[in-house]
């Protein structure tokens, strides 16, 4: 294992130095001397593997950024009852969700006893207060409740949106809906399987999370009631 620089205090890191002027045109739209200072410098390290952590992490803000913000452009396409333009912009939200899954696997290359050395950085930090996804599960009901407002404005049963032609607007919408209920459930599982790895089964996470209410999680769906009306196609089939 690689020797780990002393603790340092995280409410006493040196203050960082004053941004150069960028290199490029490139570095200044896309701000990256900003961008690449934000991890925390080799001397304030704990341990190595919190450099990869910061760097997944922060990665999965910036796509839990996008996502919302097409969430959010979605649901006023359907206020404006653009359904197709909604699916599509929805499609790109699962995309989002879809490259913040793999990362995680990066994460099991970390060993229990290098976690377990870079854990008192964050402090009493837990992933429940990302506010990318406190972001996404106040934009999920939004979403929900203008579907829903859509598909009863033309005067159309869940059942009869899943009976339709496929290419049918809204069936389009509620498909894409599912999509993206569908990824956010794939990242939980992927998520719980990383940390059943390094923490265990019966493990305690950060805040005091046991795995098990992780594992619990598994259940929750953005929108329940899209998957049952589907499923009870297949069985009145």
């Not at 006493?12 to 961008?35: I, V």
């Amino acid at each position: 294992m690689d020797p780990m620089p002393e603790p340092r205090c995280p409410d006493h890191e040196p203050a960082a130095a004053p941004a150069a002027a960028p290199s490029s045109e490139y570095a200044s739209y896309m701000r990256t001397d900003e961008l690449l200072a934000l991890q925390r410098s080799d001397t304030q390290l704990l341990h190595r593997d919190e450099r990869l952590f910061q760097c997944v992490h922060q990665a999965t803000e910036l796509w839990l950024k996008q996502a919302n913000f097409e969430i959010e452009h979605a649901t006023s396409l359907i206020e404006a009852c653009q359904l197709v333009g909604a699916a599509r912009i929805l499609a790109r939200a699962s995309d989002c969700i879809d490259f913040i899954t793999r990362p995680i696997d990066i994460l099991t290359r970390m060993n229990p006893t290098d976690y377990r050395a870079l854990r008192p950085a964050l402090g009493q930090g837990s992933g429940v207060q990302s506010p990318g996804w406190q972001g996404l599960r106040a934009a999920a009901p939004r979403l929900h409740a203008a579907f829903t407002a859509r598909r009863r404005a033309e005067r159309m049963s869940l059942a009869e949106v899943f009976r339709c032609a496929g290419d049918a607007p809204l069936q389009l919408l509620a498909e894409a809906l599912l999509d993206l209920d569908a990824k956010v459930s794939l990242w939980r599982l992927r998520h719980l399987q990383v940390v059943v790895r390094t923490l265990g089964g019966q493990g305690v996470g950060t805040r005091g999370m046991p795995v098990q209410t992780l594992a619990r999680l598994l259940e929750q769906r953005l929108f329940g009631e899209l998957w049952e009306a589907r499923a009870a196609q297949a069985d009145s089939a």
